[in-house]
Protein backbone atom coordinates (compact mmCIF):
# COMPACT_ATOMS: atom_id res chain seq x y z
CA UNK A 1 0.00 0.00 0.00
CA UNK A 2 1.04 3.77 -0.83
CA UNK A 3 0.59 6.67 1.04
CA UNK A 4 0.57 9.79 -0.87
CA UNK A 5 1.00 12.88 1.48
CA UNK A 6 0.98 15.96 -0.31
CA UNK A 7 1.81 19.54 0.77
CA UNK A 8 -0.35 21.29 3.59
CA UNK A 9 -3.68 22.98 2.00
CA UNK A 10 -4.46 26.66 2.25
CA UNK A 11 -1.92 27.77 -0.46
CA UNK A 12 -2.35 31.27 -1.64
CA UNK A 13 -0.88 33.04 -4.32
CA UNK A 14 -1.31 36.38 -6.51
CA UNK A 15 -1.43 35.91 -10.15
CA UNK A 16 1.75 35.86 -11.58
CA UNK A 17 3.79 34.39 -8.68
CA UNK A 18 4.91 30.80 -8.10
CA UNK A 19 4.09 28.06 -6.14
CA UNK A 20 5.59 24.12 -5.56
CA UNK A 21 4.08 21.14 -4.61
CA UNK A 22 5.18 18.39 -3.25
CA UNK A 23 3.91 14.63 -3.16
CA UNK A 24 5.28 12.58 -0.84
CA UNK A 25 5.26 8.80 -0.26
CA UNK A 26 5.69 6.31 3.11
CA UNK A 27 4.95 3.27 2.87
CA UNK A 28 7.03 1.56 -0.41
CA UNK A 29 9.32 3.33 -2.83
CA UNK A 30 7.99 5.30 -5.80
CA UNK A 31 10.74 4.85 -8.03
CA UNK A 32 8.75 2.28 -9.70
CA UNK A 33 5.66 4.40 -10.24
CA UNK A 34 4.32 6.45 -12.85
CA UNK A 35 3.48 10.12 -11.41
CA UNK A 36 0.38 12.44 -12.12
CA UNK A 37 -1.05 15.52 -10.49
CA UNK A 38 -4.69 16.39 -11.53
CA UNK A 39 -6.72 19.06 -9.92
CA UNK A 40 -10.60 19.93 -9.51
CA UNK A 41 -11.66 23.05 -9.75
CA UNK A 42 -14.71 24.20 -7.58
CA UNK A 43 -18.14 23.09 -9.17
CA UNK A 44 -15.86 21.24 -12.34
CA UNK A 45 -15.01 17.86 -13.16
CA UNK A 46 -10.87 16.93 -12.11
CA UNK A 47 -8.52 17.24 -14.71
CA UNK A 48 -5.38 16.38 -15.52
CA UNK A 49 -2.73 18.54 -15.42
CA UNK A 50 0.75 16.85 -15.89
CA UNK A 51 2.39 13.26 -15.38
CA UNK A 52 6.32 11.90 -15.32
CA UNK A 53 7.08 8.34 -16.21
CA UNK A 54 8.81 6.08 -13.32
CA UNK A 55 12.55 6.83 -14.71
CA UNK A 56 11.77 10.83 -14.99
CA UNK A 57 12.45 10.57 -18.77
CA UNK A 58 9.36 11.56 -19.83
CA UNK A 59 7.40 14.32 -19.17
CA UNK A 60 3.39 15.32 -20.24
CA UNK A 61 1.25 18.40 -19.56
CA UNK A 62 -1.74 19.56 -20.34
CA UNK A 63 -2.34 22.57 -22.70
CA UNK A 64 -3.31 24.53 -20.16
CA UNK A 65 0.06 24.51 -18.12
CA UNK A 66 2.55 24.05 -21.04
CA UNK A 67 5.51 26.31 -20.66
CA UNK A 68 4.48 27.39 -17.38
CA UNK A 69 4.89 23.93 -14.71
CA UNK A 70 7.22 21.80 -14.47
CA UNK A 71 6.39 18.26 -13.39
CA UNK A 72 10.31 16.52 -11.31
CA UNK A 73 10.98 13.61 -9.25
CA UNK A 74 13.44 12.54 -6.89
CA UNK A 75 13.66 8.88 -6.56
CA UNK A 76 16.33 9.63 -3.33
CA UNK A 77 13.62 11.21 -1.47
CA UNK A 78 10.74 9.40 -3.20
CA UNK A 79 9.22 12.56 -4.13
CA UNK A 80 7.58 14.60 -6.38
CA UNK A 81 7.05 17.95 -7.21
CA UNK A 82 4.99 20.26 -9.17
CA UNK A 83 6.16 23.78 -9.78
CA UNK A 84 3.78 26.13 -10.81
CA UNK A 85 4.99 29.14 -12.76
CA UNK A 86 3.58 32.30 -13.86
CA UNK A 87 0.14 31.69 -11.85
CA UNK A 88 -3.33 32.48 -13.31
CA UNK A 89 -6.64 32.61 -11.33
CA UNK A 90 -7.42 29.30 -13.76
CA UNK A 91 -4.85 27.69 -11.88
CA UNK A 92 -7.17 28.01 -8.97
CA UNK A 93 -8.24 24.44 -7.86
CA UNK A 94 -7.31 21.34 -5.17
CA UNK A 95 -4.33 19.46 -6.46
CA UNK A 96 -3.79 15.69 -6.65
CA UNK A 97 -0.99 13.70 -6.83
CA UNK A 98 -1.15 9.72 -7.71
CA UNK A 99 0.77 7.27 -8.39
CA UNK A 100 0.37 4.47 -11.00
CA UNK A 101 1.60 0.94 -10.11
CA UNK A 102 2.78 0.56 -13.75
CA UNK A 103 3.33 3.41 -16.71
CA UNK A 104 -0.03 3.92 -18.25
CA UNK A 105 0.73 2.88 -21.72
CA UNK A 106 3.43 3.29 -24.10
CA UNK A 107 6.18 6.14 -23.91
CA UNK A 108 4.07 8.98 -25.84
CA UNK A 109 1.23 7.67 -25.08
CA UNK A 110 -0.47 11.46 -23.84
CA UNK A 111 -3.95 10.16 -23.47
CA UNK A 112 -3.40 7.38 -20.84
CA UNK A 113 -1.32 9.76 -18.57
CA UNK A 114 -4.36 11.78 -18.48
CA UNK A 115 -7.36 8.82 -17.43
CA UNK A 116 -7.78 8.59 -14.16
CA UNK A 117 -8.19 5.00 -13.95
CA UNK A 118 -4.49 4.39 -15.00
CA UNK A 119 -3.92 5.42 -11.33
CA UNK A 120 -4.06 3.04 -8.48
CA UNK A 121 -3.12 5.60 -5.40
CA UNK A 122 -4.02 9.50 -4.81
CA UNK A 123 -3.29 12.22 -2.44
CA UNK A 124 -5.54 14.28 -0.16
CA UNK A 125 -5.21 17.10 -2.24
CA UNK A 126 -3.80 20.41 -1.76
CA UNK A 127 -6.05 23.39 -2.00
CA UNK A 128 -4.41 26.31 -4.09
CA UNK A 129 -5.84 29.83 -4.44
CA UNK A 130 -4.68 32.33 -6.99
CA UNK A 131 -5.86 36.03 -6.52
CA UNK A 132 -6.93 38.15 -9.73
Known amino acids: QVQLEQSRGGLVQARGGSLRLSCAAS????????MGWFRQARGKEREFVAAISSDGGMTYYADSVKGRFTISRDIGMNTVWLQMNSMEPEDTAVYYC????????????????????????WGQGTRVTVSS
Open 98 to 121: AAARREPGPHGDYDARRTEDNYDY
Open 27 to 34: GRTLSSYA
